[in-house]
């Protein structure tokens, strides 16, 4: 009897990405800063469907421990 079930092997996980609201929380900033970074070109942004606004949280990161480090 042959094992029906296939052996699947997803890609890599996806990146995780946040809202405008979580990045603010993280800077301590308001939303709408966090939008305004994206404008001028401070943070790269990627849209939803829905024409939201979301960030990779990797790159957010990055950010903030420069922020943090005084750059």
Same mark, same amino acid.
Request: zero cysteines.
């Given at each position: 009897?042959?094992?029906?079930?296939?052996?699947?092997?997803?890609?890599?996980?996806?990146?995780?990405?946040? %809202?405008?609201?979580?990045?603010?929380?993280?800077?301590?900033?308001?939303?709408?800063?966090?939008? !305004?970074? &994206?404008? *001028? =070109?401070?943070?790269?942004?990627?849209? %939803?469907?829905?024409?939201?606004?979301?960030?990779?949280?990797?790159?957010?990161?990055?950010?903030? !421990?420069? &922020?943090? *480090? =005084?750059?």
């Amino acid at each position: 009897m042959q094992n029906s079930r296939r052996n699947v092997q997803s890609g890599p996980a996806p990146e995780a990405l946040l %809202t405008p609201a979580e990045v603010a929380a993280l800077f301590r900033v308001d939303p709408k800063t966090v939008t !305004r970074w &994206a404008k *001028a =070109g401070k943070l790269s942004s990627i849209r %939803t469907l829905g024409g939201h606004r979301r960030y990779r949280e990797t790159e957010v990161r990055r950010l903030l !421990r420069g &922020a943090e *480090a =005084g750059e």
